[in-house]
């Protein structure tokens, strides 16, 4: 990791006088390790940039979480989706949601046509209710406060009634909670919250540490590599021509034995001198290379096969496949913990424009669509386990068909004439057309 243009008043640097690693004999330039000091914003703006694994560990959940969006079990959906898109809802809140794990919070102003100040709670009754636009807000604009005199910064974002925001021209506005969707930053201690500004943690400063161990692990395998077939050459007089200060002989025997190898691949030498290669021992370097991998998907929480883009099962088997479920049942937790609430406020604002009065459900699209073979792989279970409580008395075969209707099968339909036919259970399934993988 480069130096962040000087804003660290400590360096500390892995230096290898033997090796060369880290000075200007390093065969591969290489970064320096960076801590003692905790970052600040500006600082994790430029890991960011920088730091492809910063990005992923950034943008991976917020990315993941909205990707498929989410529905409105509302019959005027297509209309507040319409709406939504107009205010451009998904990239906004994705970017908020992203500068939330970056920065330890964030927030999105919802720009209202109320007939009210900034100051006042929204006026959900106002007649020509409108949402005009989205404006992400970071934490270096935005502030908490306490109560109506708005003197004093709030210990906690996510408590606050009031927000002082700053304009880009440096103009202050007091904001009611109510025109803003809120992201408070990781969960922390109650005391570091008031310690920072009533905002919570970043998750790449939490991870910054593992991702430089990551960085330098993988930054001296080049360098281990460059050396992996050593090259020995063995020239008859070595001794008397070093005891005789023939210099110049002896660097002209090198440099034409180091040419005809570079740039010919052949080497050309006296009948007495003698050259060999010797591979180096490099077993065990996967497992070193892991451990800062492993480090990295516990500090960030994120399946390294995720993580590192990794196909599922590439390095771990079937395991693989469970890293796959693990990780989608964290979108969807994420989902529920992080999103779910901020994204409730927008849509009830602009079903208000749009008259919507109903309390509206707000529900995230699959993560992931099943294929034609697991679907069919998953209705023949169903089916198999339908059979199986039939015959042992625990459903009737009423039942069973009101579950077959539920589940949208394709290919089996219903009628009240057929009905007695598709059911006549000697077995379940001796009418009801079979799902083939």
């Given amino acids: 990791m480069t130096a962040i243009k000087g ?53 991976l959940l917020p990315d993941d979480g909205l990707r498929k969006w989410f529905e409105v079990k509302h019959e005027l959906n297509p209309e507040i989706q319409r709406k939504l898109k107009a205010l451009r809802a998904k990239s906004k809140y994705r970017s908020a949601a992203r ?34 636009a989205l404006r992400v807000i970071e934490i270096d604009d935005i502030e908490p406060l306490s109560g109506m005199g708005h003197t004093a910064t709030c210990p906690d974002a996510r408590e606050a009634e009031y927000f002082r925001m700053w304009d880009d021209q440096g103009g202050a506005f007091i904001i009611h909670r109510s025109r803003l969707s809120v992201f ?151 989902q529920q913990d992080k999103l779910l609430e901020p ?17 509206l459900d707000l529900v995230f699209n699959p993560l992931r669509v099943m294929t034609e073979k697991e679907q069919a792989e998953l209705y023949n279970s169903q089916s198999q386990a339908d059979e199986k409580y039939y015959n042992m008395g625990v459903t009737l075969p009423e039942e069973i068909r009101e579950s077959l209707k539920s589940r949208n099968i394709p290919h089996i339909h219903f009628d009240d004439q057929m009905y007695e036919q598709e059911l006549e259970l000697d077995g379940i399934t001796s009418n009801t057309p079979e799902i083939q993988a």
């Fill in 99 to 132: 500068k939330d794990r970056l920065h330890g919070g964030s927030a999105v102003y919802i720009d209202i046509n109320d007939g009210q100040s900034m100051e006042l709670p929204v006026n959900e009754n106002y007649s020509n209710f409108e949402v005009l």
């Fill in 7 to 59: 804003l660290m008043k400590r360096f500390d640097g892995f230096i290898s006088s033997v090796t060369g690693i880290g000075t200007s004999r390093d065969k591969k330039k290489t970064v320096s390790h960076l801590m003692g000091v905790r970052p600040v914003k500006s600082q994790l703006d430029d890991y960011y940039a920088e730091q492809a694994l910063a990005k992923r560990i950034v943008n």
């Fill in 343 to 359: 994204l409730e406020k927008l849509v009830k604002y602009v079903a208000l424009e749009l008259k919507i009065k109903d309390d």
């Fill in 184 to 334: 408070p930053g990781i969960e922390i201690s109650d005391s570091y919250r008031h310690s920072n500004g009533g905002w919570g943690e970043s998750v790449l400063r939490d991870c910054l540490e593992a991702i430089m161990a990551y960085g330098l692990t993988h930054g001296t395998v080049p360098t281990i590599i460059q050396d992996f077939i050593i090259g020995i050459l063995k020239i008859a007089g070595l001794n008397e021509m070093i005891e005789a200060d023939d210099d110049d002989t002896l660097k002209g025997r090198l440099d034409a034995a180091i040419t005809g190898e570079s740039y010919v691949n052949k080497l050309v030498i006296d009948s007495q001198d003698d050259y060999s290669r010797e591979v180096a021992n490099v077993s065990g370097l996967d497992n070193l290379i892991k451990h800062p991998e492993r480090w990295l998907a516990a500090c960030s929480g994120i399946p390294h096969t995720k993580l590192l883009a990794e196909s599922a099962g590439a390095s771990l088997g079937e395991g693989g496949k469970g890293e796959k479920q693990d990780y989608e049942e964290m979108v969807e937790a994420y």
